[in-house]
């Protein structure tokens, strides 16, 4: 069944947050502009704020002026969409309140209903108790959890044991928004559906890997949130390690929810643990004091508003990590992110092998090396560094190294790439869960990162410094060094 055709009633749990209004909004809006959305389906905001339809209506459209271009905004697909949104006021804790959802939820049996909770964790459990107590829940429901499930796999087992009472692991969708992403898709294509890079995919013709996601921002007002989280639970734990599942995973025998991710779980239960002195020679740990960006002197972490001077958190991580399989055994795969970083990026670079014989200049054996670079963000793209002949008469068998680019916003025929939610919406509705995260993954990557945030804790030492706006503590240059290769952009 196509998602066209798909009747659904989507009720979105702190409809007035800024998840639901910058991203949820608009994306469901730019998927009825398609025509992704059957026209007689419903979004249903649910929020705490004692306001009504109208006002919800008036906020909806405020955002989507403000996070949408506009010239993707005409007033037919605007009206059009409108007239899909109701609201509905409830305390999430209250029981008594879910009746006047009951209430407001079409009837007809035809109908998927898809619950998504753009809300802290915590609350996770008691709405999917109290939906249930209510009567708003059939087996054609749906229900949609944002990350962070929990902060530890202690929690996150006991997030993920309360909704389990209410809904079957085929009726949950855990989301990572990266996911989404147009390029992480392409990933998949580019291994598997080219045998030039299918048969290289592995430690006979691939050095190392690197996967650096950066941001320039810094904790934007949330320091009670990330002090509490960390550069490792906010990004290490999900986006990085899926990232890292999606490189180094076989090849699932189809496309299928349940092989890919059974795939993506062999690689985490391969990560080799980091035990002992590993903790020195795979793992740096930094934070941010101040620095410029963009040409504009910006707080270090422990001057922004806020700050517990106690604090041992970080904003930065870097790691080798060793995932001890046939695919990939001797090859280290580097990750990096943090905040206040030089750039802007998220990108995946392989580093292939040299040649075992090189017959050319001795003094360019160290250009002989190709480089596929998966880019993320900031322009969602592919590049492949090749070496060839310097033209010319006088430069006889002199090689030079150039780039092969594949940019998508230049590629496609389309006018715009999807926004990763976008997708992920349009994927919930027609029910497909292979670009959403099983249970047992959530498990794996805790186990894993648990070690090194146990370690962290009882070791109790401040991250290393690094000014804002460099890329990092020089332990991060030093890790990747002492095994002869460097990060990306320092080539």
Known sequence: MSSHNTLSDIVIFGAM?????????????????????NKSSRILGVARQDIDKETFISD??????????????????????????????????????????QSTLTTQD??????????????????????SEAGCLNEQCRMVMEKPIGHDLISANAINDQVSEFFSESQIYRID???GKETVQNLMALRFANPLFG????????????????????????????DQAGQMRDMVQNHLLQLLCLTAMNP????????????????????????????????????????????????????????NPKSNTETFVALKVEIDNWRWAGVPFYLRTGKRLAGKLSQITIHFKQQPHFIFNESQRNLAQNKLTIRLQPEEGISLQVLNKDQGLS????????????SFSQSTTQDRIPDAYERLLLELIKGNQNLFVRRDEIEHAWKWCDQLLDHWKMENKAPQPYAAGSWGPKAADLLIMKDGNCWHEDQ
């Open 395 to 406: 430069n006889g068998m002199r090689l030079r190294s150039e780039s092969l680019n594949l």
């Open 60 to 101: 909806c459209t405020k955002s989507l002026h403000r996070f949408i271009k506009k010239d993707e905004l005409d007033k037919e697909s605007l009206a059009a969409f409108m007239s899909m949104l109701d609201y509905c006021k409830i305390n999430f804790t209250e029981a008594e309140n879910y009746k006047n959802l």
């Open 252 to 307: 699932p025998d189809d496309l299928s929810a349940d092989l890919i991710r059974n795939e993506k779980v062999k690689v985490l239960k391969a990560m080799r643990p980091i035990t002992g002195d590993m903790h020195n020679t795979h793992v740096v740990r930094g934070r941010y004091t101040k620095g410029m960006i963009d040409n504009t002197q910006v707080p270090g972490y422990m001057e922004e508003e806020g700050a």
């Open 199 to 226: 048969t290289q995919w592995n430690q006979n013709h691939i050095s190392h890997v690197e996967i650096t996601v950066a941001e320039q921002v810094g904790i934007e007002g949330r320091w009670g949130y990330f």
């Open 177 to 179: 928004h990266y996911l």
């Open 17 to 37: 947050g800024d998840l639901a209004q910058r991203k949820l909004i608009p994306a469901l809006y730019q998927l009825a502009r398609e025509d992704l959305i």
């Open 110 to 131: 035809d109908r998927t209903r898809i619950f998504y909770y753009a809300t802290p964790a915590s609350m996770f459990g008691p709405i999917s108790q109290n939906l």
